[in-house]
């Protein structure tokens, strides 16, 4: 299985932006279609983003289109989350996710294989 590691999150305020980044190891993530998740205290996971193996296909949640942009480095096995103009509601634990094979990017959770610890981000008012 992939190992996955997440960094870049942290407390930024209102309107503000992050990078969070998605490092893979123990396989070619170019096998991998990727996707980032995120959970809210008192939430259930909720899908963010995905793109599938060659970053050619994304998709996005409607609550975060036009603000998040995901990216994909294969030759740095790197998973990659812009997130611009930041709201108290973006808020959470975000995950990366692994989903072994190239058959295009998923929203739903169970189709992922693999996931990172999370890292908090968190936009004050």
């Known amino acids: 299985q992939v190992q996955l590691i997440e960094s870049g999150g942290g407390l930024v305020q209102a309107g503000g932006s992050l990078r969070l980044s998605c490092a893979a190891s123990?396989?070619?993530?170019?096998?991998?279609?990727m996707g980032w998740f995120r959970q809210a205290p008192g939430k259930e996971r909720e899908f963010v983003t995905a793109?599938?193996?060659?970053?050619?296909?994304?998709t996005y949640a409607d609550s975060v289109k036009g603000r998040f942009t995901i990216s994909r480095d294969n030759a740095k096995n790197t998973v990659f989350l812009v997130m611009n103009s930041l709201k108290p509601e973006d808020t959470a634990v975000y995950y990366c996710?692994?989903?072994?094979?190239?058959?295009?990017?998923?929203?739903?959770?169970?189709?992922?294989?693999?996931w990172g610890q999370g890292t908090q981000v968190t936009v004050s008012s």
């Open positions: 123990g396989r070619t993530l170019s096998n991998y279609d």
């Open positions: 996710a692994a989903k072994f094979g190239r058959f295009g990017p998923s929203r739903y959770a169970s189709d992922y294989g693999s």
């Open positions: 793109i599938n193996w060659n970053g050619g296909i994304t």
